[in-house]
């Protein structure tokens, strides 16, 4: 994978999921292999299509799209390559959680106008804004730490457990995805977008801080390793991560391989599992 620039520590959202400004689909052309997939690379640029070249759909995975704002089914367009990835992660999580299953996906949406900015990866269709889980019998995996950050004791440390292993299942598949520790605008959802991995299943890079976020949080909520969450490769991160690896019977450090990244984040999702 090519080394990717340092990702600023404080950016607007619609500059972050631009990933290098505004671009146009015939500049991506030659990122992108025969299946129209941007590859991870650092000048791939969010670009505009009209949501008339898109596909519309109700369901992801069989499960029906809720607009989190009126709480009613919608219909959401997609780009086809990212709806696939999308159903295929939610298929991995159905496969991992236990009882009860999701039965409703509730999303503030997918693809917007970008008018003349084409700075996000939602004008693509490429980008996905989770709210929450709806599972059978009632309650919810939910993102909206916007209404749980206040609750304590047993609720709290349930969503975030619950909110983690979300977060990690979700990073097998996307470079990446945006969690309430990146900036306020991601309070009330989980951003994924895949402008940097395409097609393809994600890659650690350890000068990602959102990544490098998601690692830390998920060593503390989920593992109970006391690292601070500070988005860099410290030696505190690299001792925590190696704990959850040894815990997880996997010898490599975190950044050794693609097998080391993929089985961490992997036990992590069953360790959020009730």
Do not use: K
Not at 65 to 71: A, G, K
Request: net charge neutral; with cysteine; charged share 20%.
């Amino acid at each position: 994978m090519p080394s990717l620039p340092p990702e600023p520590a404080l950016v607007s959202r619609r500059r972050l999921l631009g990933l290098a400004g505004a671009g146009t689909l015939a500049a991506l052309l030659p990122a992108c292999g025969t299946d129209g997939a941007v590859r991870d690379s650092p000048f791939a640029r969010a670009y505009c299509v009209p949501r008339s070249t898109l596909d519309a759909h109700r369901e992801l995975d069989g499960l029906p799209l809720v607009y989190e704002v009126d709480e009613r089914r919608s219909s959401f367009s997609f780009e086809a390559g990212f709806y696939s990835s999308l159903a295929g992660w939610l298929q991995s999580y159905r496969r991992a959680t236990g009882t009860p299953q999701p039965d409703q996906v509730w999303s503030y949406g997918a693809w917007t106008d970008g008018g003349s900015a084409c700075d996000s990866w939602h004008n693509a269709g490429r980008a996905f804004d989770l709210a929450r889980l709806r599972l059978e019998g009632g309650g919810f995996v939910s993102c909206r730490y916007d209404q749980w950050q206040q609750s304590t004791g047993a609720a709290r440390e349930r969503a975030l457990r619950q909110y983690w292993a979300l977060a990690a299942s979700l990073h097998l598949d996307f470079a990446y995805v945006l969690t309430y520790l990146y900036n306020a605008a991601h309070h009330n959802h989980i951003h994924i977008d895949n402008g940097r991995s395409g097609g393809q299943p994600s890659t650690l890079s350890t000068r990602s801080q959102v990544q490098l976020q998601a690692v830390q949080a998920i060593c503390r909520y989920l593992w109970n390793e006391p690292v601070e969450i500070t988005g860099r490769w410290d030696q505190a991160t690299r001792r925590a991560s190696r704990s959850v690896l040894d815990r997880a019977e996997v010898g490599d450090a975190l950044d050794e391989s693609v097998e080391s990244w993929r089985s961490f984040l992997t036990a992590s999702v069953a360790r959020g599992v009730d």
